[in-house]
């Protein structure tokens, strides 16, 4: 069993170029997040998808756009690179919509860099 | 505006003895609650959650407490381990809330000394 799996691990990019993170999941979850974390900081909220074909703006939404047109995969999209947007990336799934902690599953992980 | 907060950026115990971890939270609505552990270059890893009409909720080695009142949140380890080195974030969330979405604090990191 994967789980929730991102790509790429990591990933350098210069200043105004575009790139798409990927993120799958073989659990038949309905609810996907895509999440940031700064150094030292917490996660915070950029998208979620509560189904395919829904998507929302989560905490910190600027400079990313989001898709679902399937159940097991949602990408994050950096149009205009940024070195704000320079961040560790955490895709995340869940099965129902009480946010039950112990149904929201973590991926390992998308380490970016914008120089 | 809403937010979760950790008192302590850093924690170090001997091997051995009991942590406590401390989280602060601000949005009365609020009536989840989940402590996560992040090793390093690692996703986030649910440790336990607790509701908001419970105060106090077990598991292995760990004990989260809850105090509406003050709004303050904990998390208690117990005989801590070189293996529980990590940074332990809380997150407080809506049970209800379409999405399940959570609001994390920034983090402490948990140091083990052998």
């Known amino acids: 069993n994967a789980g929730v799996t991102q790509t790429p691990k990591f990933r350098i990019l210069k200043i105004g170029q575009s790139m798409t993170l990927q993120c799958t999941q073989d659990?038949?979850?309905?609810?996907m997040y895509w999440y940031r974390q700064d150094p030292g900081m917490g996660l915070k909220l950029i998208y979620y998808?509560?189904?395919?074909?829904?998507?929302d703006k989560g905490e910190v939404p600027n400079g990313y756009n989001v898709s679902r047109s399937t159940t097991e995969d949602f990408p994050l999209r950096l149009e205009l690179a940024a070195p704000s947007q320079t961040s560790v990336y955490f895709c995340?799934?869940?099965?129902?919509?009480?946010?039950?902690?112990?149904?929201?599953?973590f991926g390992e992980g998308s380490w970016l860099t914008v120089v | 505006g809403e937010s979760v907060g950790l008192h302590l950026p850093t924690l170090s115990v001997q091997e051995g003895d009991n942590s406590i971890i401390n989280c602060a939270y601000s949005?009365?609505?609020?009536?989840?609650f989940i402590w996560y552990k992040q090793e390093s270059g690692k996703g986030p890893q649910f440790i336990i959650d607790?509701?908001?009409?419970?105060d106090k909720r077990q598991g292995q080695r760990v004990t989260v407490l809850l105090n509406k009142t003050v709004k303050h949140l904990s998390l208690q380890i117990a005989a801590t381990q070189p293996g529980d080195s990590a940074v332990y974030f809380c997150?407080?969330?809506?049970?209800?809330?379409?999405?399940?979405?959570?609001?994390f604090g920034q983090g402490t990191e948990l140091s083990v000394k052998p």
């Open positions: 659990m038949n979850h309905n609810y």
């Open positions: 998808s509560v189904g395919a074909g829904i998507t």
């Open positions: 607790i509701r908001s009409n419970m």
């Open positions: 997150a407080e969330g809506v049970i209800y809330n379409q999405g399940g979405k959570l609001i």
């Open positions: 995340a799934s869940s099965k129902d919509d009480r946010g039950n902690g112990n149904t929201i599953y």
């Open positions: 949005n009365s609505a609020s009536d989840y």
